[in-house]
């Protein structure tokens, strides 16, 4: 299993900045792609960045991922700049075997998520 538990979302005002965080933990970590995904109430959920890819091509040039590997501990990174209203959602780190699934937002492993609210 793989445990995810997310921080560092917030409210800030359009053009602001934020960086998520995720602590990963588990067993054969190296045998799952992981990144990070977004749901807005009423959306449906959406790939917004993985270890393999990147960010979603409509999300590179404001949001960058990165990942910090020392010893056992491992911790996902979610940058975000230039925050626009239509980032509000609730963002989540994920695990999966498969990155495919990732792209599209869906996750086998999911942490509790955090609050992101941006306002005009």
């Known amino acids: 299993a793989v445990y995810l538990v997310e921080s560092g979302g917030g409210s800030v005002q359009a053009g602001g900045s934020l960086r998520l965080s995720c602590a990963v933990s588990?067993?054969?970590?190296?045998?799952?792609?992981m990144g990070w995904l977004r749901q807005a109430p009423g959306k449906e959920p959406e790939g917004v960045a993985t270890?393999?890819?990147?960010?979603a091509d409509s999300l590179k040039d404001r949001f960058t991922f990165s990942e910090d590997n020392k010893g056992s501990t491992k911790t996902l990174y979610l940058q975000m700049t230039n925050l626009k209203p239509e980032d509000t959602a609730t963002y989540y780190c994920?695990?999966?075997?498969?990155?495919?699934?990732?792209?599209?937002?869906?996750?086998?492993?999911r942490g509790q998520g955090t609050q992101v609210n941006v306002s005009a």
């Open positions: 270890d393999d890819s990147g960010a």
């Open positions: 994920g695990a999966d075997l498969r990155e495919s699934k990732l792209r599209r937002g869906l996750a086998d492993y």
């Open positions: 588990g067993d054969r970590l190296g045998d799952y792609y």
